[in-house]
């Protein structure tokens, strides 16, 4: 009985002097994006309205601290456009015997400026394009429609997340 009340007090000694060391030394877990501090306090994203991706984006800038989408663009620091969005799966990567696809790769480019006060562009048409390759079975085809679905949504957050860093380092005018 004692010898394990002296390893739980060893143990959470141990546990409480590696916190005070990591948080001493400045260490601090990187967290989410989405929560970074943008250096904008209002948006305006010049996207469709029906766009996933600008929802999405969206989203995403109304969770950041400090920062409105507004639904003006003569009222916001800073204006989002989307210039183009595509999805694009015609890159055969690789065919079977038969001649028959095999492989293939999807393609999601976007191409997005970012423009401040008076059009003063704050950072220029910019082309993000995300791949994945994704196998291909005749035998599987609703699985693989799946798949092509949830590989394009997983590049779209992640283009939204790429999107959010390059706003974070931008300086309004």
Do not use: W
Request: proline share 5%; with cysteine.
């Amino acid at each position: 009985m004692a010898s394990t009340k002296r390893r739980l007090f060893c143990s959470l000694a141990l546990s409480m002097a590696a916190t005070f060391a990591l948080s001493s030394c400045g260490f601090q877990l990187r967290g989410s994006t989405t929560q970074a501090n943008l250096p904008f306090s209002t948006i305006y994203l010049a996207f469709p309205d029906t766009s996933p991706l600008g929802l999405e984006l969206k989203r995403n800038l109304r969770a950041s601290n400090g920062t409105k989408v507004v639904d003006d663009p003569k009222a916001a620091q800073a204006v989002i456009g989307l210039l183009s969005e595509t999805r694009d799966n015609s890159v055969v990567l690789s065919r079977n015997t038969q001649g028959r696809i095999r492989e293939y790769q999807l393609q999601y480019k976007v191409t997005f400026d970012v423009k401040g006060a008076k059009d003063k562009p704050l950072l220029p048409p910019t082309e993000i394009v995300l791949k994945r390759d994704i196998s291909f079975n005749e035998s599987q085809v609703l699985a693989k429609e799946k798949e092509e679905e949830v590989l394009y949504r997983d590049m779209q957050t992640d283009l939204v997340q790429q999107i959010l860093r390059r706003l974070a380092v931008l300086k309004p005018v």
